[in-house]
């Protein structure tokens, strides 16, 4: 399988243009890391992502194998981030394993991994966070899909979901299928006030729009192939620990972030230098 990124800049607003992370050291050394680890493990690493995108990568001298042009006219706000992942995920034609920046695989995919049809980082089932933006989409949305209908239907509001910080795998027609309706869902007319909403809330205390990305990419996809009966696995399972997710706010915690730029600077001197000087101008 093959290492998939993607970054598109219309995608980093201007509270976020390190990606979550508190300056342009932190984001580069991060990208530095996760890219060099998931080549050295997956044997090629692609980008996909807009031109402004591709040359502030192209600036860290990353050993991509191919950078694929895409989210040039892509017609989705910045607060709808997941939608770059999804539209990266349905163009995929051989397996793969798309990985966010903040995430590092520091040895090979085990057996039980590496030839599995759908691989995700972890479980996130009955996490609290899903609750009230569940909730919300059911009571807001003119069009819910037929999967969701029937998983509630079924369930209740019981959150079955997924963390995608590592996700893809070998059965490309069902991670399709599931990328696939959330763009039916998003582009559904009855679905443009909910949108509308959605946007004139972002700024407001409270704001569910992180959540909503968060249940169309990881809530939906869990749910669509737990509806097809199939079964996930996980990066975070059986093995000791070979992976590392900088989630949230571990991005801004001053151990972390130190200890990111110290192993940067010593396993990667040539590239952390380059992180050095891109963010020097």
């Known amino acids: 399988m093959k290492a998939v990124f993607s970054f598109g800049t219309k995608f980093l607003t201007e509270h976020n243009f390190y990606a979550g992370f508190p300056d342009a050291e932190a984001w ?12 050295q493990h997956l044997g ?38 997941m939608a770059m992942k999804l539209q990266t995920y349905r163009r995929q034609t051989e397996p793969f ?16 991994l590496s ?9 996130e089932d ?9 909730s919300y989409f059911l009571d807001h949305a003119g069009y819910v899909p037929e999967f969701v209908r ?12 997924l963390n995608a910080g590592v996700y893809g795998g070998h059965d490309l027609a069902t991670l399709h299928a599931s990328a696939d309706e959330v763009f039916v869902t998003l582009a559904h007319p009855a679905n443009a006030p909910m949108l509308a909403e959605l946007a004139a809330r972002h700024a407001a205390p409270g704001d569910v729009f992180y959540d ?24 975070l399972g059986e093995e000791p620990p070979y992976f590392t997710h900088l989630l949230a706010s571990a991005k801004h915690h001053p151990d972390n972030m130190r200890d990111l ?15 050095l000087a891109q963010g020097n101008k």
């Open 28 to 39: 580069g050394c991060s990208c530095v890391l996760s890219v060099l680890l998931a080549r």
């Open 44 to 81: 090629r690493a692609e980008l996909y992502a807009d031109a402004c995108g591709a040359a502030r990568l192209a600036a860290l001298g990353l050993p991509f194998d191919a950078v694929h042009p895409a989210f040039e006219e892509f017609p989705y706000p910045p607060q709808l981030w």
């Open 97 to 112: 394993v798309h990985l966010d920046f903040d995430a590092y695989l520091w040895a090979p995919l085990p057996p039980r």
């Open 115 to 123: 030839a599995a049809g759908l691989i995700a980082q972890s479980s």
């Open 126 to 134: 009955n996490y609290p966070c899903y609750h009230r933006v569940l």
């Open 150 to 161: 029937d998983h509630v239907a079924q369930y209740g509001l019981q959150i079955r979901a």
């Open 212 to 235: 909503f990305n968060i249940l169309l990419e990881q809530c939906f996809a869990s749910m669509y192939f737990h509806q097809c009966g199939l079964r996930v696995g996980y990066v």
């Open 261 to 275: 730029k110290n192993r940067v600077s010593k396993d990667y001197p040539e590239y952390y230098e380059r992180v």
